[in-house]
């Protein structure tokens, strides 16, 4: 999941608003309960990633991630549902068919299982959506501006930034010592084999980063940096966050009220 | 003006002092080149000129350092970055920001200027060192030699009086070293104060004002240290190739070729040196040697097997990576040199090694803590230990000062006089004449192919 560099209407939004939409699919989340409604919550998610027009491959990955999900914890859901009513619908372990039956309780898939399952699958992927609809239309750092000006302690965000910053070295580094390491001999079969590569990579690894944090800090004190600087980029809120933040507020409540009063 | 007065200094929890009476003056616009060995003390001089020294590294010192007119010790680091600035070797390191015009604004934001101050200083830099095109660009997808050029981008947008250059160009290839002169060119021309330390310095003779030796932290009389002595070798004679290559070509993709219709032939014995700039092909052609990657077209015959993978030539042929520190794994110096034939199922004399590698005393050390230098030998050492039959290694001199260097060579010419044969790439024209035999790349083909004498 990476930066999309697209010129879409999500793009140009401030990243607080970005952000501020994010607490409002987590409150749905967790306040709307009908499937229906659920629904819709992931309908609305859905338009969002559909407007940054995602490549191909991340649209396949995302589809079949949400795929597996689904399957898995409605099946399993099925299984372990355990509030009254339910429905049984298939019993493959009838509790009186002795020994294991009897420990077990049965085993049994009951109906509204797989529902509570399909609606919580629908709740992990609006939130998952919704991630990925932050992260691919907000640039690494504007979304760092954006929490800091939101409250998040400014050493705490240069923390993050170089972090992140250093990630694909990080990687590059890992990749080269692994390959060394078969260079030398160490032959990486099975777990075992992972296991002991994995070990002896930690120790130049760590080393390595240290010494990159130590040339790093000394880089950081030459170009003066103690915390306290002038932002050169200062976020903006323009009509159009009000507007769209506006919109999605009345929808959040509305969504709510729908519930409540329908109900 | 900087004066520096009988200074010395000692790093906290050293015996010896790292800086002994040391007294320099060095004029306004002055270009100024240090050099010395490794440990001589050249960087903990930049060091107690942009004030890391004392404000980071505490210590004892004795003298007195004045930057126009104020002492390093009374104003803090933030205040000494706007007549100093520094820049140090690895580019990696000093790079903060995820985009290149955030990352030259980055030390401006630090010194708190107004707004538009900071934009018009960054597009000042941008457009002064011709990164303005890339301005947008992420900055780990830059090329070394401009990530380095950023580095010091962001260092010009702080407007500092005084610019020290920490071996900036070590990492760097021929091509960008040009470059690099003429920033450096560029700075002086302004008027700005021009510290140099640097290993391949003859490049940036022509621009320099004075050049000051330096040697175990005290500056020396202008004298020429005492060449090594090095054995002069007779060209290997063509006995039997181990490394046969007909009309190889090789692409990351199908669209360019990294490697153009490469043949060669080397001869078991020979030490061969690749040279060319970044991007000509020589690692991309090392590694083909060794298995790590096969070529798209063309025959390969390595150790007598045809088109091998990287399976048939471990312990066969050993490689190793630019950076030293990544191929060290073990707990100690003796476990890391019985780590590869351990792996292999084979008996090898630790000894030795160690006696040859001169790192006897460090032998309980852990490798990780031993010197750059001592790093290094260490790598070629552990890959020796396994007995190969050709030892492949990529940049062997990034970092390393004549000395080292000297002692590798060494090392190496004394493992083809017991049957080995020696590969490597490198972008300093000096390390490659000490080989037998240099080989130039460009654009992904051979273009000369000579045996010194």
Redesign the interface.
Not at chain 1, 2 to 12: A, S, V
Not at chain 2, 71 to 83: G, Q
Not at chain 2, 283 to 288: A, G, R, S, W
């Given at each position: 999941m990476k930066y999309l560099d697209r010129e879409t209407f999500i793009h140009r939004l401030d990243p607080r608003t970005k952000i501020l939409l994010g607490f409002m699919v987590a409150i749905l989340i967790v306040v709307l309960k009908k499937p229906s409604e659920l629904f819709l919550l992931f309908f609305s998610v859905l338009i969002l990633f559909g407007i940054l027009r995602p490549a191909k491959s991340t649209v396949k990955a995302m589809f079949i991630i949400m795929i597996t999900a689904l399957v898995f914890t409605m099946i399993s859901q099925g299984f372990f549902y355990s509030l009254e009513p339910r429905t049984i619908i298939v019993t493959i372990l009838s509790p009186d068919s002795g020994f294991l039956g009897n420990i077990t309780g049965g085993i049994s898939m009951y109906r509204e299982g797989i529902i509570y399952g399909a609606l919580q699958s629908l709740r992990l992927f609006s939130a998952m959506l919704l991630s990925a609809v932050i992260v691919m239309s907000t640039?690494?750092?504007d979304l760092l501006l954006g929490m800091e000006s939101m409250g998040m302690p400014k050493r705490i965000g240069f923390v993050i930034?170089?972090s992140?910053?250093f990630i694909?070295?990080l990687l590059d580094?890992a990749r080269?010592?692994l390959?060394?390491?078969?260079?030398?001999?160490?032959?990486v079969k099975g777990i075992r084999g992972w296991f002991r590569a994995f070990y002896?990579?930690l120790?130049?690894l760590i080393?390595?980063s240290l010494?990159?944090a130590r040339?790093?800090a000394?880089?950081?004190?030459?170009?003066?940096?103690?915390g306290?600087?002038?932002?050169?980029?200062?976020l903006t809120f323009s009509p159009r966050d009000w507007t769209f933040l506006g919109l999605s507020t009345a929808g959040m409540f509305m969504l709510i009220l729908c519930q409540e009063i329908l109900l | 003006m900087i004066t520096i007065d009988s200074f010395s200094y000692t790093y906290p929890y050293a015996n010896l002092p790292a800086l002994q009476d040391i007294n320099l003056r060095i004029e306004p616009g002055e270009a100024v080149l240090i050099r010395g060995a490794s440990g001589s003390g050249k960087t903990t001089l930049l060091y107690c000129l942009n004030g890391l020294i004392p404000h980071v590294f505490a210590g004892s010192s004795c003298g007195s350092v004045s930057l126009n007119g104020f002492t390093p010790l009374e104003k803090p680091l933030r205040e000494i970055a706007r007549t100093v600035g520094t820049v140090f070797q690895n580019p990696e390191s000093q790079i903060f920001m995820m985009r290149v015009e955030d990352d030259v604004a980055f030390g401006c934001e630090n010194l708190c200027l107004p707004r538009e101050e900071i934009i018009s200083r960054r597009n000042e830099a941008l457009h002064f060192m011709g990164l303005w095109d890339m301005r947008h660009k992420e900055t780990f997808k830059l090329s070394g030699g401009y990530k380095q050029r950023l580095a010091v981008s962001s260092i010009y947008a702080m407007q500092p009086d005084v610019f020290l250059f920490d071996e900036p160009t070590t990492d760097m290839d021929g091509e960008s070293r040009k470059d690099f002169f003429k920033i450096i060119k560029g700075l002086k021309d302004k008027g700005k104060t021009v510290i140099l330390v640097e290993h391949q310095y003859e490049d940036y003779l022509p621009l320099m004002d004075r050049v000051v030796n330096m040697e175990d932290g005290k500056i020396a009389e202008n004298t020429a240290s005492a060449k090594t002595f090095l054995p002069t070798r007779e060209a290997a004679v063509l006995s039997s190739s181990v490394i046969s290559m007909q009309q190889v070509c090789f692409g990351y993709d199908r669209k360019i070729n990294v490697l153009d219709n490469i043949d060669i032939m080397i001869g078991k014995g020979e030490i061969v040196a690749f040279c060319g700039d970044n991007g000509s092909g020589k690692t991309t052609l090392l590694k083909i040697m060794s298995g790590l990657l096969q070529p798209n077209q063309g025959e390969i015959t390595i150790l007598n097997i045809h088109k091998p993978a990287l399976e048939h030539l471990v312990g066969r042929v050993g490689f190793l990576f630019q950076n030293p520190d990544e191929q060290l794994f073990a707990a100690t110096v003796e476990k890391e040199i019985a780590f590869g034939p351990g792996c292999l199922g084979k008996k090898t004399d630790v000894e030795r090694y160690l006696e040859i590698a001169g790192l006897k005393a460090k032998r309980l050390s852990h490798p990780q803590t031993i010197s750059r230098g001592q790093r290094q030998i260490l790598a070629v050492i552990s890959i020796m230990a396994m007995e190969p039959e050709i030892i492949i290694l990529d940049e062997p001199t990034t970092g390393l000062d004549n000395k080292t260097w000297h002692k590798l060579i060494a090392l190496l010419y004394d493992y083809t006089d017991r049957g080995g044969t020696v590969v490597f790439s490198t972008h300093n024209e000096r390390a490659a004449s000490l080989a037998g035999r240099k080989i130039i790349m460009h654009k992904g083909r051979t273009i000369n192919d000579e045996i010194s004498g």
């Amino acid at each position: 999941m990476k930066y999309l560099d697209r010129e879409t209407f999500i793009h140009r939004l401030d990243p607080r608003t970005k952000i501020l939409l994010g607490f409002m699919v987590a409150i749905l989340i967790v306040v709307l309960k009908k499937p229906s409604e659920l629904f819709l919550l992931f309908f609305s998610v859905l338009i969002l990633f559909g407007i940054l027009r995602p490549a191909k491959s991340t649209v396949k990955a995302m589809f079949i991630i949400m795929i597996t999900a689904l399957v898995f914890t409605m099946i399993s859901q099925g299984f372990f549902y355990s509030l009254e009513p339910r429905t049984i619908i298939v019993t493959i372990l009838s509790p009186d068919s002795g020994f294991l039956g009897n420990i077990t309780g049965g085993i049994s898939m009951y109906r509204e299982g797989i529902i509570y399952g399909a609606l919580q699958s629908l709740r992990l992927f609006s939130a998952m959506l919704l991630s990925a609809v932050i992260v691919m239309s907000t640039y690494p750092s504007d979304l760092l501006l954006g929490m800091e000006s939101m409250g998040m302690p400014k050493r705490i965000g240069f923390v993050i930034t170089v972090s992140i910053r250093f990630i694909p070295s990080l990687l590059d580094g890992a990749r080269r010592i692994l390959l060394a390491q078969r260079l030398r001999g160490l032959k990486v079969k099975g777990i075992r084999g992972w296991f002991r590569a994995f070990y002896r990579l930690l120790p130049p690894l760590i080393i390595d980063s240290l010494r990159n944090a130590r040339r790093i800090a000394l880089a950081a004190e030459v170009r003066a940096f103690t915390g306290e600087r002038t932002k050169l980029k200062e976020l903006t809120f323009s009509p159009r966050d009000w507007t769209f933040l506006g919109l999605s507020t009345a929808g959040m409540f509305m969504l709510i009220l729908c519930q409540e009063i329908l109900l | 003006m900087i004066t520096i007065d009988s200074f010395s200094y000692t790093y906290p929890y050293a015996n010896l002092p790292a800086l002994q009476d040391i007294n320099l003056r060095i004029e306004p616009g002055e270009a100024v080149l240090i050099r010395g060995a490794s440990g001589s003390g050249k960087t903990t001089l930049l060091y107690c000129l942009n004030g890391l020294i004392p404000h980071v590294f505490a210590g004892s010192s004795c003298g007195s350092v004045s930057l126009n007119g104020f002492t390093p010790l009374e104003k803090p680091l933030r205040e000494i970055a706007r007549t100093v600035g520094t820049v140090f070797q690895n580019p990696e390191s000093q790079i903060f920001m995820m985009r290149v015009e955030d990352d030259v604004a980055f030390g401006c934001e630090n010194l708190c200027l107004p707004r538009e101050e900071i934009i018009s200083r960054r597009n000042e830099a941008l457009h002064f060192m011709g990164l303005w095109d890339m301005r947008h660009k992420e900055t780990f997808k830059l090329s070394g030699g401009y990530k380095q050029r950023l580095a010091v981008s962001s260092i010009y947008a702080m407007q500092p009086d005084v610019f020290l250059f920490d071996e900036p160009t070590t990492d760097m290839d021929g091509e960008s070293r040009k470059d690099f002169f003429k920033i450096i060119k560029g700075l002086k021309d302004k008027g700005k104060t021009v510290i140099l330390v640097e290993h391949q310095y003859e490049d940036y003779l022509p621009l320099m004002d004075r050049v000051v030796n330096m040697e175990d932290g005290k500056i020396a009389e202008n004298t020429a240290s005492a060449k090594t002595f090095l054995p002069t070798r007779e060209a290997a004679v063509l006995s039997s190739s181990v490394i046969s290559m007909q009309q190889v070509c090789f692409g990351y993709d199908r669209k360019i070729n990294v490697l153009d219709n490469i043949d060669i032939m080397i001869g078991k014995g020979e030490i061969v040196a690749f040279c060319g700039d970044n991007g000509s092909g020589k690692t991309t052609l090392l590694k083909i040697m060794s298995g790590l990657l096969q070529p798209n077209q063309g025959e390969i015959t390595i150790l007598n097997i045809h088109k091998p993978a990287l399976e048939h030539l471990v312990g066969r042929v050993g490689f190793l990576f630019q950076n030293p520190d990544e191929q060290l794994f073990a707990a100690t110096v003796e476990k890391e040199i019985a780590f590869g034939p351990g792996c292999l199922g084979k008996k090898t004399d630790v000894e030795r090694y160690l006696e040859i590698a001169g790192l006897k005393a460090k032998r309980l050390s852990h490798p990780q803590t031993i010197s750059r230098g001592q790093r290094q030998i260490l790598a070629v050492i552990s890959i020796m230990a396994m007995e190969p039959e050709i030892i492949i290694l990529d940049e062997p001199t990034t970092g390393l000062d004549n000395k080292t260097w000297h002692k590798l060579i060494a090392l190496l010419y004394d493992y083809t006089d017991r049957g080995g044969t020696v590969v490597f790439s490198t972008h300093n024209e000096r390390a490659a004449s000490l080989a037998g035999r240099k080989i130039i790349m460009h654009k992904g083909r051979t273009i000369n192919d000579e045996i010194s004498g």
